[in-house]
């Protein structure tokens, strides 16, 4: 084989070694950088998150529940406070009459 084969023979094969490398190089270079940008989380870590999940809203809904129940307790002492204001206002002590007497 002589300088006239080897050198074209040469050149094909680069050719399509480049035809097939380049694209095959970019995308293993694209998911490399997908892979960086959202890595994958061990099993373990995620059950983990899942479970401080769930015991938040857990949590979230117990202290739903305690703002539900101060509300009702601060309406009633709020009716209570109104209802022993008017009984104060109409008490005997405080009406003109006692005092004019």
Do not use: H, W
């Not at 129940?69 to 009406?95: M, V, Y």
Request: aromatic share 4%; glycine share 8%; hydrophobic share 40%.
């Amino acid at each position: 084989m002589g300088p006239e084969i080897v050198v074209p023979l040469g050149a094909f094969v680069c050719a399509i070694i480049l035809a097939i490398g380049v694209p095959v190089a970019r995308a293993y270079s694209r998911r490399m950088d997908a892979e960086s940008k959202y890595p994958r989380l061990p099993n373990e870590v995620t059950q983990r998150l899942e479970r401080m999940e769930q015991t938040l809203e857990a949590v979230a809904i117990e202290v739903e529940r305690i703002t539900e129940g101060q509300r009702f307790t601060t309406k009633l002492l709020s009716e209570g406070r109104g209802a022993g204001d008017s009984r104060q206002g109409q008490s005997p002590a405080a009406s003109p009459q006692d005092r004019a007497t």
